[in-house]
């Protein structure tokens, strides 16, 4: 298999998490937040992952860093099988991939000056020797995102910047080290909204410059048309969906995808009236959950057997894959 320029690759990968019911019971269940996804992604591409409140996404985002060991499957990385990685290989690993989460005031040491929290990272993996050359790639990551004249920013603590700019230094953080894979975890959804565009801007913007393979997590499946290359639709721990983006937008064809594309806010004051909610009802509980399809409880378009069985994925049109039994006869099409 010729695998030139992929970066990453998930096999059937799970995360399940244990839980005891009961401080002496021997009774274990499992919360399967994310069981078995697959998916490619080549060097310098955007993923999406898309979804409700619960479905999976930062488990899967944070299981792919291996800030979570799989439970099962697989996670190739470079032509390197990094599923269950220790020690110093783990090590390189957090090299290679980064992460920005949802809350850019929490994310740093208040005592720390922002030189000090950027070279942390450069410290901890000794990547380079002098305080110099320290300097110079904590300074060259300022300019990486904007925030210049960096010597003004450098020398300054968390609480003298603004959401926006915090940000941008969580960003220089999570690229500091050159990885080649950055999750970006709800990156704005913290943020005001006059700020949120300038972020994924410059997320998108070094993505392409650095050739960043990027994992970008999101609730709003709009943004996902100017951010990324995929799009996968999560609910429940499964992926429903998923394809190019521009393909999924088009033509959505999950339900649970139509749903959420309905849901989603349109900007055109005239076509509110198209605002509605996805289908009432819960996702359902992750301990051990029924052999169904898992949102065939909420789906306007369920049927016997997806109340019995849960679907594979079908490939419904060139690269367009679904989970759900509505696509069952339509694969090779
Ligand atoms: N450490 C944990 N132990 C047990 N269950 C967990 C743990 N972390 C997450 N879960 C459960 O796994 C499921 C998926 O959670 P996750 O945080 O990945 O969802 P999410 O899609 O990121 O949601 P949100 O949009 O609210 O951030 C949820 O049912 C959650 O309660
Ligand atoms: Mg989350």
């Known amino acids: 298999?010729?695998?030139?320029?992929?970066?990453?690759?998930?096999?059937?990968?799970?995360?399940?998490?244990?839980?005891?019911?009961?401080?002496?019971?021997?009774?274990?269940?499992?919360?399967?937040?994310?069981?078995?996804?697959?998916?490619?992604?080549?060097?310098?591409?955007?993923?999406?992952?898309?979804?409700?409140?619960?479905?999976?996404?930062?488990?899967?985002?944070?299981?792919?860093?291996r800030l979570y060991e799989p439970n099962g499957g697989r996670i190739i990385f470079q032509d390197r099988d990094v599923t269950h990685l220790k020690a110093n290989d783990l090590k390189w690993y957090r090299r290679m991939t980064g992460l920005v989460q949802q809350d850019p005031f929490g994310a740093f040491a208040s005592h720390f000056t922002i030189f000090r929290s950027l070279e942390e990272p450069l410290l901890i993996h000794n990547t380079v020797k002098s305080k110099e050359e320290r300097a110079e790639k904590v300074f060259k990551a300022l300019?990486?995102?904007?925030?210049?004249?960096?010597?003004?920013?450098?020398?300054?603590?968390?609480?003298?910047l603004s959401g926006g700019q915090l940000q941008r230094v969580a960003i220089a953080r999570a690229i500091i080290l050159e990885p080649r894979?950055?999750?970006?975890?709800?990156?704005?959804?913290?943020?005001?909204?006059?700020?949120?565009?300038?972020?994924?801007?410059?997320?998108?913007?070094?993505?392409?410059?650095?050739?960043?393979?990027?994992?970008?997590?999101?609730?709003?499946?709009?943004?996902?048309?100017?951010?990324?290359?995929?799009?996968?639709?999560?609910?429940?721990?499964?992926?429903?969906?998923?394809?190019f983006t521009q393909e999924i937008l088009?033509?959505?064809?999950?339900?649970?995808?139509?749903?959420?594309?309905?849901?989603?806010?349109?900007?055109?004051?005239?076509?509110?009236?198209?605002?509605?909610?996805?289908?009432?009802?819960?996702?359902p509980a992750l301990i051990d959950p029924p052999k169904s399809c898992r949102f065939s409880p909420r789906c306007p378009r369920a049927f016997d057997k997806c109340f019995k069985e849960e679907p594979p994925e079908f490939e419904a049109a060139s690269g367009h894959w679904v989970k759900c039994w509505l696509y069952e006869r339509s694969e090779g099409k």
């Open 181 to 243: 894979l950055l999750v970006a975890d709800e990156p704005v959804s913290m943020l005001d909204a006059s700020v949120r565009i300038e972020i994924l801007t410059l997320l998108r913007r070094l993505q392409e410059r650095l050739r960043l393979g990027v994992i970008y997590i999101t609730h709003d499946l709009a943004t996902t048309r100017f951010f990324s290359e995929w799009a996968l639709i999560m609910y429940a721990g499964h992926v429903m969906e998923k394809a």
């Open 250 to 283: 088009r033509n959505p064809l999950h339900p649970y995808t139509r749903a959420l594309l309905t849901a989603t806010p349109e900007p055109n004051p005239e076509n509110r009236n198209r605002f509605k909610q996805v289908p009432p009802g819960e996702p």
């Open 1 to 65: 298999m010729n695998s030139e320029g992929r970066l990453l690759e998930l096999e059937d990968l799970r995360k399940w998490f244990e839980i005891r019911r009961g401080f002496l019971s021997s009774k274990v269940s499992y919360v399967k937040a994310v069981d078995g996804v697959t998916f490619t992604l080549d060097e310098g591409m955007a993923v999406s992952l898309v979804g409700e409140s619960g479905s999976g996404k930062t488990t899967l985002g944070k299981t792919i860093i």
């Open 143 to 160: 300019e990486e995102v904007r925030l210049t004249p960096v010597e003004d920013f450098a020398y300054k603590y968390p609480h003298m």
